[in-house]
């Protein structure tokens, strides 16, 4: 017994070695699948790749986050700068702490916070995948230093400012989906202190706290709705619920989500940008940066982004096969 539990450790801290060592060979479809280009020091990495004050509206939470918001198409339709910062599992404190570390060399007007991380647990992830997550992020040093991210796989031609198009369906009974109810679903102290400590970096520099929820009849319900809105109501927040919009913004999660109702695919997000889009502007007063010396690069994505998005929608809808080859992906 002694010596199986040694042999299964070997081959997995072998598989880690492995994987660290020839991580400069991993498929930008590795990358996205397993999300590791949105562990916290891969996040920071790129974020700090960006120009100084270039970033209007920074989206921080967990994979909700990245998967509900694509910044080029808040670009291209509002001339908003944006970048979704969101990392993998991430607890509330380490949103927090990429919610600082931006704050460093951005000076955005509006940050959202996708909500999901304030019922996770705010405690080590302890799953294979959050500790081969966390062991990566901390010793892989493709992803710790910034040289590394300039080699194809994290090009623009991938990373599309923390987004990633995603063609993968599978369909969820969203049936009993936001059932209203008078309950409320607690969220614990620990998180509403973390909050707190993310409002005073947004006030202290300048910034607009909006909490939003992606939709996700995996994540949400009416209960967490009831908590979360109230909770906006007390600390003087605005709160978006995108699980009271589905309707509205022809959400069909027979084709709109990549795992069953948990986050979305390419063709979910491109609905929840453009109501995301449409909201800031009508609430907040951005800048449209199309006629700015900044506007060469974020042009330079669109032509790309959207041969690729248009290619991942037509996947989804069963126009093309995945393995046609049009644009990559």
Not at 19 to 31: D, R, S
Not at 133 to 154: A, F, G, N, R, V
Not at 216 to 245: F, I, Q, R
């Amino acid at each position: 017994m002694k010596k199986k539990l040694v042999n299964n450790i070997a081959f997995f801290t072998l598989l880690i070695t492995i994987i660290v060592a020839l991580g400069h060979v991993m498929t930008p479809q590795f990358m996205v699948k397993y999300h590791l280009a949105n562990t916290k020091a891969g996040v920071v990495t790129l974020l700090q790749a960006e120009a100084k004050d270039s970033l209007d509206v920074l989206v921080v939470g967990d994979s909700e986050s990245y998967t509900s918001v694509s910044p080029v198409q808040l670009w291209e339709k509002y001339g908003v700068t944006s970048y979704a910062a969101g990392q993998i599992a991430a607890r509330l404190s380490e949103s927090r702490d990429i919610l600082a570390t931006a704050m460093e060399t951005q000076s955005p007007t509006v940050v959202l916070l996708e909500t999901n991380s304030l019922y996770r647990n705010d405690k080590k992830d302890d799953s294979l995948q959050g500790k081969i997550s966390e062991y990566i992020s901390d010793h892989c040093t493709l992803i710790k230093q910034h040289d590394c991210w300039k080699s194809p796989i994290h090009t623009a031609s991938n990373n599309y400012k923390g987004f990633w198009i995603n063609y993968d369906v599978v369909p969820c009974d969203a049936s009993n989906y936001m059932t209203p109810t008078d309950q409320e679903e607690p969220i614990c102290q620990e998180n509403l202190d973390t909050l707190h400590e993310m409002e005073e970096i947004c006030k202290k520099n300048g910034a607009e706290l909006v909490l939003y929820s992606a939709p996700s009849p995996v994540n949400y319900n009416y209960a967490k709705h009831n908590a979360l809105a109230e909770l906006a109501e007390k600390e003087g927040l605005s709160y978006l619920d995108l699980n009271l919009c589905s309707e509205e913004m022809a959400i069909d999660w027979n084709t709109d989500s990549r795992d069953g109702g948990d986050h979305l695919n390419s063709a979910g997000a491109e609905k929840t940008t453009d109501y995301i889009g449409q909201y800031l502007m009508d609430h907040y007063q951005l800048k449209d940066r199309r006629n700015m010396k900044i506007a060469k690069s974020w042009n330079s994505l669109v032509d790309e982004y959207n041969a690729k998005s248009e290619r991942a929608i037509q996947i989804i809808t069963g126009k093309l096969e995945p393995g046609q080859k049009t644009a990559r992906l």
